[in-house]
């Protein structure tokens, strides 16, 4: 397969979950598994019922393109994008209209790769919104939620500045960590609080952008990468055979996540007029500049900057302190630790190693995680006094886990403890050097490396319950009187 340039821009939808109210209704704004409870009358459109603008809202998307270096207009106003949909009880969606003024126009943010690098993506614009409903197509019926109608949904626009699917997905990723820890979103995926169109071109020229393809409403960052890997081979692969001018069109297609491929809905041709038009019961409103002042002042540590103390403050590798911040309830907890007393380094390696890995395992968040950092606290600790061993320790922290006891009854409903008396030690360690002769002439005669063996010998015989570290001490003591 030939090598091409490969350009990405993307369209991110994010709902707005902490606001009480819907962006322009009274309706609750909150997840609930239960269908059609979080309604009002403007939701539904009934007759004589007129929309107000949620400042929360507001205040969040002017935070937001403040974090974006965008631009925020001297004035607001809102427009209504017209289309007939069962999901869109008004007929309309009241939004803002790209490009004219949004509430955040043009900007940039700095990414760091895994690897220290960084790059620059640069924001066509930011725009408040409405959601529509959420459909759900069964096998001969539609059924339609209306609790998504109307909550606040932001819309981050790039230029076409993306060159691969790894820093999409990393560009993606440090967005959606910003709406977390500014309040303004869960954006939880499983949710369905966080969507993306992704815009695809490929071309010989890095000076000149193919035939853009865009494929819409991709529901998982992993979809997302999978979706454009796709999509650039199927491109590369027809310009390499020759058919590319021929079968590749400006068109819109979706993620198919049975077939693994993305699939033809429509040529953008016949993209559908929406005939936008100022919204006319919402007034244009000037946006006073002490207000944004006020807001850009409440903006709260944002990811890179808790990574950097992480690494400053707390001596962690940027590697382990990126993991860390990703999730602002992984931070979050990270920072409850430490708090605590623990040392920043211990919490970070149980953090990135065992709690991570049980999260991934068993699917769920943090914030469902038994072990809490208190708990968490309770097996370092034994093991800052020497009560357990590091392997000890992972047996407590699994069993406390499987059984939602505190660690402390886990280490004394199964008796797990380090052996550290002085004269049982001393009586283990004897007898082995009694039976090893041959291996303590070795070690004097200059394999120093021989000492594993002894300690590997006395785990053996106490069942890995000894002290290591006395283990050491009274081993090169004795092996010293020999």
């Given at each position: 397969m030939g090598k091409y340039y490969v350009t990405i821009g993307l369209e991110m939808h994010c709902e707005g979950s902490e606001t009480n109210s819907k962006a322009f209704s009274g309706?609750?704004?909150?997840?609930?598994?239960?269908?059609?409870?979080?309604?009002?009358p403007v939701d539904m459109a009934f007759p004589g019922v007129l929309p107000v603008v949620n400042k929360k809202a507001v205040e969040q998307a002017i935070m937001m393109a403040s974090i974006?270096?965008?631009?925020?207009?001297?004035?607001?106003?809102?427009?209504?994008?017209?289309?007939?949909?069962?999901?869109?009880?008004?007929?309309f969606q009241i939004t803002q209209n790209p490009p004219e003024e949004c509430v955040g126009n043009g900007g940039y943010i700095d990414i760091e790769r895994v690897d220290g690098s960084t790059f620059r993506v640069e924001i066509d614009n930011l725009h408040l919104e409405e959601d529509a409903a959420q459909s759900t197509h069964l096998y001969d019926t539609t059924t339609i939620n209306y609790n998504r109608a109307g909550?606040?949904?932001?819309?981050?626009?790039?230029?076409?500045?993306?060159?691969?699917?790894?820093?999409?997905?990393?560009?993606?990723?440090?967005?959606?960590?910003?709406?977390?820890?500014c309040?303004?979103?869960?954006?939880?995926?499983?949710?369905?609080?966080?969507?993306?169109?992704?815009?695809?071109?490929?071309?010989?020229?890095p000076n000149t952008l193919g035939t853009k393809v865009e494929i819409k409403n991709v529901n998982s960052f992993s979809s997302v990468r999978d979706a454009i890997n796709y999509e650039i081979e199927r491109q590369s692969t027809l310009k390499d055979e020759g058919r590319y001018d021929e079968e590749v069109e400006q068109e819109t297609r979706r993620w198919d996540e049975t077939t693994m491929s993305t699939v033809r809905m429509r040529s953008k041709v016949d993209a559908i007029d929406y005939k936008y038009f100022v919204e006319p019961n919402i007034p244009k409103f000037k946006i006073d500049p002490k207000w944004v002042e006020e807001i850009v002042a409440s903006t709260p540590e944002l990811p890179y900057e808790r990574k950097t103390k992480y690494m400053g403050e707390f001596g962690l590798s940027a590697y382990d302190a990126g993991i860390i911040i990703k999730e602002k309830s992984t931070a979050d907890y990270y920072e409850e630790c430490v708090s605590l007393g623990m040392d920043?380094?211990?919490?970070?390696?149980w953090l990135c190693t065992q709690i991570l890995g049980?999260?991934?395992?068993?699917?769920?968040?943090?914030?469902?995680?038994?072990?809490?950092?208190?708990?968490?606290?309770?097996?370092?600790?034994?093991?800052?006094?020497?009560?357990?061993?590091?392997?000890?320790?992972?047996?407590?922290?699994?069993?406390?886990?499987?059984?939602?006891?505190?660690?402390?009854?886990?280490?004394?409903?199964y008796n797990i403890k380090q052996m550290s008396d002085d004269n049982a030690l001393l009586d283990i360690i004897v007898k082995i050097l009694d039976e090893s002769p041959n291996q303590?002439?070795?070690?004097?005669?200059?394999?120093?490396?021989?000492?594993g063996y002894f300690v590997g010998q006395?785990?053996?015989?106490?069942?890995?319950?000894?002290?290591?570290?006395?283990?050491?001490?009274?081993?090169?003591?004795?092996?010293?009187?020999r």
């Open positions: 309706g609750r704004n909150e997840y609930t598994e239960e269908p059609n409870c979080n309604v009002s974006l270096h965008a631009r925020v207009p001297e004035y607001m106003y809102f427009e209504r994008k017209n289309y007939y949909y069962p999901d869109l009880p008004k007929g909550v606040p949904l932001f819309e981050l626009v790039t230029t076409p500045c993306l060159h691969s699917a790894d820093d999409a997905i990393t560009y993606l990723e440090y967005i959606r960590a910003i709406y977390q820890y309040g303004i979103s869960e954006a939880d995926s499983k949710k369905g609080q966080i969507r993306c169109d992704v815009n695809i071109s490929i071309s010989e020229d920043p380094k211990i919490a970070a390696n049980y999260l991934y395992q068993e699917d769920i968040t943090i914030n469902e995680l038994y072990l809490t950092p208190a708990l968490l606290n309770q097996i370092t600790e034994a093991m800052k006094k020497g009560e357990i061993s590091s392997k000890q320790a992972k047996e407590v922290f699994a069993k406390s886990l499987e059984e939602k006891e505190e660690p402390k009854t886990i280490m004394e409903k303590i002439a070795a070690y004097k005669a200059g394999k120093t490396n021989l000492i006395v785990m053996k015989e106490t069942k890995g319950t000894a002290n290591p570290g006395m283990v050491n001490k009274l081993l090169n003591e004795e092996i010293a009187k």
